[in-house]
């Protein structure tokens, strides 16, 4: 049974920073997403298996950096330059099949982690 257990998420000002953690039961192609009230679920980052090849949403590039270590089997988000629009509700997603660049589309996952708040104040 795939298991995966965010955590990291809190209470944040404008402008600083966050890195949450999935911890995963094994290793996988793995993703992060986002869903703020009211909206829809939206991609973030995405990377391989391998850890080498990372892919990002427009809204976050440059501020957001995905990365993992495979020797614990845990995938990474740090966020930085956060914004009051970033507030959501962040989940990890994994799927057995590596795929180059990343899949962006949620129903390319089959396992989700339960997700950790992420609230930026103004």
């Known amino acids: 049974q795939v298991q995966l257990v965010e955590s990291g998420g809190g209470l944040v000002q404008a402008g600083g920073s966050l890195r949450l953690s999935c911890a995963a039961s094994?290793?996988?192609?793995m993703g992060w997403f986002r869903q703020a009230p009211g909206k829809e679920r939206e991609f973030v980052a995405g990377?391989?298996?391998?850890?080498?090849?990372?892919y990002y949403a427009y809204s976050v590039k440059g501020r957001f950096t995905i990365s993992r270590d495979n020797a614990k089997n845990t995938m990474y988000l740090q966020m930085n330059s956060l914004k009051p629009e970033d507030t959501a509700v962040y989940y990890c997603?994994?799927?057995?099949?590596?795929?180059?660049?990343?899949?962006?589309?949620?129903?390319?996952?089959?396992?989700w982690g339960q997700g950790t708040q992420v609230t930026v104040s103004s």
């Open positions: 997603a994994a799927r057995d099949t590596n795929s180059i660049p990343p899949q962006r589309s949620e129903y390319e996952y089959a396992y």
């Open positions: 094994g290793r996988y192609a």
């Open positions: 990377i391989t298996r391998s850890g080498i090849t990372t």
